[in-house]
């Protein structure tokens, strides 16, 4: 979930937007009116698939862990799903691929 105080950068123009976290209005840039609320699912997808690795890493499924931080990734690059990433890979013994993910936690 979004915290109250989100904001999102316009792909546009660069600025900083506050995000709504009711989505009750569709999302504009103040700025330059340039559509945000695609940009606020595709978050909110990441957000959930980082949530659905952690339960996964919770059940031992370090397999589902890792699939599902790299669907995080791909949505929205974050350290949160580069940490499940990392623990799932370092519970695999994949040690290339963790250190894969490290350099996504630490660039």
Not at 27 to 42: G, Q, S, T
Not at 45 to 67: H, I, N, P
């Amino acid at each position: 979930m979004l915290p109250a105080d989100a904001t999102l950068r316009c792909p546009s123009c660069r600025r900083a937007n506050p995000i709504d976290p009711d989505r009750t209005v569709a999302l504009r840039c103040a700025r330059c009116d340039c559509e945000l609320e695609p940009l606020v699912l595709i978050r909110s997808a990441a957000e959930a698939l980082v949530r659905q690795a952690c339960d996964a890493l919770a059940k031992d499924d370090f397999a589902g862990a890792a699939r599902l931080a790299t669907q995080s990734w791909t949505l929205m690059p974050a350290p949160e799903a580069a940490s499940c990433g990392l623990l799932a890979a370092i519970n695999r013994g994949e040690l290339p691929n963790a250190e894969h993910w490290h350099q996504r936690l630490h660039p």
